[in-house]
């Protein structure tokens, strides 16, 4: 904890304390007095006192809130007298809210019966005892411990049940108020968490967009490649075709025009048998150019029997080739 936060705490406290210290002058004019003892006094100043308890973090600087309280004694009483029995009586008040109250806060029948019997004690063990033990010291009474005590706890029951009703009702308000708090913070937190897990979740597919636009990107730079490779290919195609349509078969329609007339004008039968066989095969690879460029020209695929035909063809044709031999 730095040191900025203590000192906003610490004057939070002292805030605090001299808030509730003026209260309890204020309430300190409802003023009952005590029979038997002029000198002496009863009010409401004690309910401002208890309730600091609740908000005050740090004990210590209920001793101011205490002094203010004291400083409207009269003059027939004494100052002293009054801070020690309100000191003696909220340090143990204090102490008994933490270490006992808070522990059942979240029980209303408890918390009740805890306020009722801490504030009892207050009274009965802390604020009558100091305050009649302090005065026979000071020699402001003279009357026999028992005998007052007796006296003044009578003389405070109304200041006794108006100050238990009140802090009681208050007290079991505040634990659950803290109660509401902790709840909102612990729901404030579960939000924070799950908008957490929000932020984390949207930057987890902003990063599987990215990586899936990285991947389209790509695979348009592989499609645009392939497509470029095709078309590049098939202009190879294309002039092949035309090489294969136009140039190669203008050399070999000039064999088979050879061929047939050197057939026709020849009187040799062997020679016109093996013109008529060379005049065959110029036909048939004259097809099978023809085939060819005009599956070239058409973009299309060879079939498997095509394919198988073409095969057969370019056989025959070397078969002839051998015989000719």
Same mark, same amino acid.
């Given at each position: 904890?730095?040191?900025?936060?203590?000192?906003?705490?610490?004057?939070?406290?002292?805030?605090?304390?001299?808030?509730?210290?003026?209260?309890?002058?204020?309430?300190?004019? *409802?003023?009952?007095?005590?029979?038997?003892?002029?000198?002496?006094?009863?009010?409401?100043?004690?309910?401002?006192?208890?309730?600091?308890?609740? %908000?005050?973090?740090?004990?210590?600087?209920?001793?101011?809130?205490?002094?203010?309280?004291?400083?409207?004694?009269?003059? /027939?009483?004494?100052?002293?007298?009054?801070?020690?029995?309100?000191?003696?009586?909220?340090?143990?008040?204090?102490?008994?809210?933490?270490? *006992?109250?808070?522990?059942?806060?979240? %029980?209303?029948?408890?918390?009740?019966?805890?306020?009722?019997?801490?504030?009892?004690?207050?009274?009965?063990?802390?604020?009558?005892?100091?305050?009649?033990?302090?005065?026979?010291?000071?020699?402001?009474?003279?009357?026999?411990?028992?005998?007052?005590?007796?006296?003044?706890?009578?003389?405070?029951?109304?200041?006794?049940?108006?100050?238990?009703?009140?802090?009681?009702?208050?007290?079991?308000?505040?634990?659950?108020?803290?109660?509401?708090? @902790?709840?909102?913070?612990?729901?404030?937190?579960?939000?924070?968490?799950?908008?957490?897990?929000?932020?984390?979740?949207?930057?987890?597919?902003?990063?599987?967009?990215?990586?899936?636009?990285?991947?389209?990107?790509?695979?348009?730079?592989?499609?645009?490649?392939?497509?470029?490779?095709?078309?590049?290919?098939?202009?190879?195609?294309?002039?092949?075709?035309?090489?294969?349509?136009?140039?190669?078969?203008?050399?070999?329609?000039?064999?088979?025009?050879?061929?047939?007339?050197?057939?026709?004008?020849?009187?040799?039968? @062997?020679?016109?048998?093996?013109?008529?066989?060379?005049?065959?095969?110029?036909?048939?690879?004259?097809?099978?150019? @023809?085939?060819?460029?005009? /599956?070239?020209?058409?973009?299309?695929?060879?079939?498997?029997?095509?394919?198988?035909?073409?095969?057969?063809?370019?056989?025959?044709?070397?078969?002839?080739?051998?015989?000719?031999?």
């Amino acid at each position: 904890m730095n040191k900025n936060l203590l000192k906003n705490e610490h004057l939070r406290d002292v805030t605090l304390s001299v808030i509730f210290g003026l209260l309890s002058t204020l309430l300190g004019l *409802v003023k009952f007095n005590i029979p038997g003892f002029t000198a002496a006094i009863s009010s409401l100043n004690e309910i401002p006192l208890l309730i600091s308890v609740l %908000y005050v973090g740090n004990p210590f600087y209920l001793i101011i809130a205490v002094v203010i309280s004291a400083l409207p004694t009269p003059e /027939q009483g004494s100052i002293y007298s009054t801070i020690l029995m309100h000191a003696g009586g909220l340090a143990f008040f204090g102490a008994f809210y933490h270490l *006992v109250i808070k522990q059942y806060s979240g %029980y209303l029948i408890k918390t009740i019966a805890l306020c009722v019997l801490g504030i009892s004690i207050y009274y009965a063990a802390f604020l009558v005892p100091i305050f009649i033990i302090t005065n026979q010291l000071l020699g402001l009474n003279e009357t026999p411990f028992i005998p007052f005590y007796i006296e003044l706890s009578q003389s405070l029951h109304f200041e006794f049940i108006t100050s238990l009703l009140v802090v009681t009702l208050f007290m079991v308000q505040f634990n659950y108020s803290k109660k509401l708090k @902790k709840y909102s913070t612990g729901l404030e937190g579960i939000v924070k968490e799950r908008t957490e897990e929000l932020r984390t979740t949207v930057e987890e597919l902003n990063r599987s967009n990215q990586e899936l636009t990285s991947l389209n990107d790509g695979l348009d730079l592989m499609v645009k490649n392939r497509t470029a490779e095709l078309e590049e290919r098939n202009y190879q195609l294309t002039e092949y075709a035309f090489i294969n349509s136009h140039l190669l078969r203008a050399p070999l329609a000039r064999v088979l025009g050879l061929t047939d007339l050197i057939r026709m004008e020849s009187t040799d039968p @062997k020679t016109k048998d093996l013109m008529e066989k060379l005049f065959n095969s110029c036909e048939e690879l004259d097809e099978i150019i @023809k085939l060819m460029s005009n /599956q070239l020209s058409d973009g299309s695929i060879l079939s498997s029997n095509q394919k198988e035909e073409l095969k057969n063809r370019i056989n025959e044709i070397i078969a002839q080739r051998d015989n000719l031999n």
